[in-house]
C-alpha cells in the first residue's frame, strides 16, 4: 500500500492539468501545488515507513516538487522551463535520480534489493539508458500524447518491472533469472 502512495502526486496534477486551460502559465499553479504538496508528502511517508522509492516515481515526484516551490518563490522561469519541456520534464528528473541513485545507493536506480550487486549495476545502466531514450522521444514529439507522454513513461516502466523482476528470480532460485 505504501507503494501505492507514491502514484497519487502525479495522478492528482494530471487530473487537477485536465481542468485548467494550459495556455495560461498561471494556471498550473494550482496542479503544480497539489501534486507537489502529495509528493512531499508521499516522500515523508515513506521515509517514516523506511520503505523503498521508486526511482521513477521519485524523479516525478521531485519535479512536481520544484515546480510548486518554483511558484511558491517567484521563480517563474523555472516553469517557463518546465512549460517548454512538457512531459519531458519529468524525464529529465527521472535520469537525475538515476544518475544520483547509480552512485549513492546499492540499489542502483533500479531500486533492488538483490544480493547481486553485478546484476543491479547491470540493470540500472540499462534502465538509464531507456530513460534517456524515453526523454528524447518525449522531447522529440512534444504535443502528441502517445509518442510524448504515453510510449516514453509506459515503456520505461515495463522496463523497470521487466528488470526487477529478473532480480527476483535470481534471488528466490539462486540462478541467473533467465540468462
Known amino acids: 500500500m505504501i507503494q501505492f502512495i507514491q502514484v497519487v502526486p502525479l495522478t492528482l496534477f494530471l487530473i487537477l492539468a485536465g481542468e485548467i486551460d494550459t495556455a495560461v502559465p498561471l494556471n498550473w499553479q494550482i496542479p503544480f501545488f497539489a501534486g507537489g504538496l502529495a509528493g512531499a508528502a508521499a516522500i515523508g511517508l515513506i521515509?517514516?515507513?523506511?520503505?523503498?522509492?521508486?526511482?521513477?516515481?521519485?524523479?516525478?515526484?521531485?519535479?512536481?516538487?520544484?515546480?510548486?516551490?518554483?511558484?511558491?518563490?517567484?521563480?517563474?522561469?523555472?516553469?517557463?522551463f518546465y512549460g517548454r519541456l512538457g512531459a519531458s520534464g519529468m524525464l529529465l528528473w527521472v535520469l537525475a535520480i538515476g544518475i544520483i541513485t547509480m552512485v549513492v545507493s546499492p540499489g542502483g536506480f533500479i531500486g533492488s534489493a538483490s544480493a547481486d550487486e553485478r546484476r543491479i549495476k547491470k540493470y540500472s545502466f540499462l534502465l538509464l539508458l531507456i530513460a534517456l531514450?524515453?526523454?528524447?522521444?518525449?522531447?522529440?514529439?512534444?504535443?502528441?500524447?502517445?509518442?510524448?507522454?504515453?510510449?516514453?513513461?509506459?515503456?520505461?516502466?515495463i522496463a523497470q518491472n521487466l528488470f526487477k523482476s529478473k532480480l527476483t528470480v535470481l534471488d528466490r532460485s539462486g540462478n541467473p533469472g533467465g540468462e
Open 47 to 80: 521515509l517514516y515507513n523506511k520503505s523503498g522509492f521508486d526511482r521513477i516515481f521519485l524523479g516525478i515526484n521531485s519535479y512536481l516538487i520544484t515546480g510548486a516551490l518554483a511558484f511558491a518563490t517567484g521563480q517563474y522561469w523555472l516553469n517557463n
Open 133 to 157: 531514450c524515453a526523454f528524447c522521444l518525449s522531447y522529440g514529439f512534444q504535443g502528441h500524447r502517445l509518442l510524448s507522454e504515453i510510449l516514453p513513461f509506459g515503456g520505461l516502466l
